[in-house]
């Protein structure tokens, strides 16, 4: 089903403390009621994707236009909930012109929820723990904070930052530094131009980049093959772990 967009007003709650954030200026809203984690999808060309994974029970999206081109940008994209509510799509047409109307994109979903995100310039951030990440990025950053399964990010250009990844971890990017603070399972990194920064690695790494280097702060578990055309490789090994 397709929401409708609705105003900026919603029910008074009991307290002050209480009252959801209010939409920002010139957002069009949309809410729906989703108790269950959703699969997300987003195509937002130019401007931001926000997506924050809470625990709520209704799903919130909201688009500000940047300009005054956005505005009609606005109008046009398409919001829609799957009629068994599981799947939510959000899809800002591609106006292919010089300078692209640019949307910021604002998502609130259930925790454990999917997503799927694809953008030109949109640069690209999650809060809160998601089951599954795939973003796609032509020259954009990415930050995600939690993925407790899949993930994989593909950019051209853009610095690329994860949180804490709990499954396997696939990140490719042509130019620009990725850091993964945390990973526990098998992760690929692969950068033609950036450092590959890694601060706890719990399974194993697989890293090659031509220029730029790679430093892992504590590997705990696991295999290492890193690589660096040019550039230093340094790997810190957690205290009592044996080598070979």
Known sequence: MTSMPGSSQTDAADSADELPPLPAEGATCYRFETPNPLDVSVRNQAGSVEITAADVTETSVEIVPNDSRGAELAERTRVQL???????????????????????????????????????????????????????????DVSLSHVSGRL?????????????????????TASGDVRLDE??????????????????????????????DVIIGSAAAGSVQAKTMSGDVIVGVASGLLLW
């Open 183 to 212: 990973s526990m399972d098998e992760a690929s990194v692969q950068t033609a131009s950036g450092d590959v920064l890694i601060g706890r690695l719990m399974g194993e790494l697989t890293s090659r980049s031509a220029s730029g």
């Open 152 to 172: 994989e990010v593909t950019s051209a250009s853009g610095d690329i930052h994860v949180g804490r990844g709990e499954g396997p971890v696939r990140v490719r």
């Open 82 to 140: 799957s009629e068994d509510a599981g799947r939510l799509r959000i899809d800002v047409p591609d106006r292919r012109m010089l300078r692209q109307p640019s949307l910021e994109i604002i998502v609130t979903v259930p925790t454990g929820s999917s997503v799927d995100v694809e953008t030109a310039t949109a640069d690209v951030q999650t809060r809160g723990v998601l089951d599954s990440a795939t973003v796609t990025t032509a020259s954009a």
